[in-house]
């Protein structure tokens, strides 16, 4: 199945981007946003934060920012979301 971050990571690649790229265009740190690709859940701040993130990266990749966050929310494990 694919997941957002297996999904926000083959849209990187396939643009030739790397993490750097990314942060660099969204100002948000290159270790959340491999958090995010990886699905590190613990490792990043809260659910509403995590969603402007996938916003932000969906953006800048020229995704489509709301199914992104749908399936964020799909991904997202329950007992962190805090909204």
Known sequence: MNTIG???RQ???SQQKTIED???IT???QGFIKAIEDEKWSSLPEFTVVT???KNISSAL???PSKLVALLRRDYPPLLQKT
């Open 52 to 54: 402007g993130f996938v």
């Open 27 to 29: 100002k948000i740190k």
């Open 22 to 24: 990314i942060s660099h």
């Open 6 to 8: 297996k999904i926000l």
């Open 62 to 64: 020229g995704a489509d």
């Open 11 to 13: 849209y990187r690649l």
